[in-house]
């Protein structure tokens, strides 16, 4: 499982995380692969676009996972 480093951040907005981690090739991508319910956070499907990923969440999509980390 990849870590994914917040760098002083409190949190990243899970369309962009999907957009950083380079499993959509845009941020248009993402929120469509979101809606589409193919992205989780904890195990739960998540489908708001810009859900707040803090510190010890870990989002997966297809066969992709990240653990998130301050």
């Known amino acids: 499982m990849e ?9 990243v907005e ?14 248009a991508a993402a929120k469509s692969v979101i809606a589409e319910g193919l992205v989780s956070v904890d195990g739960v499907v998540e489908t708001r676009k810009r859900c707040k990923i803090v510190d010890g969440k870990v989002v997966t999509f297809g066969e992709f996972s990240v653990s998130v980390s301050k």
């Open 3 to 11: 870590t994914f480093q917040l760098d002083g951040h409190d949190y």
């Open 14 to 27: 899970l369309c962009d995380l999907l957009k950083l981690q380079g499993w959509t090739e845009s941020g």
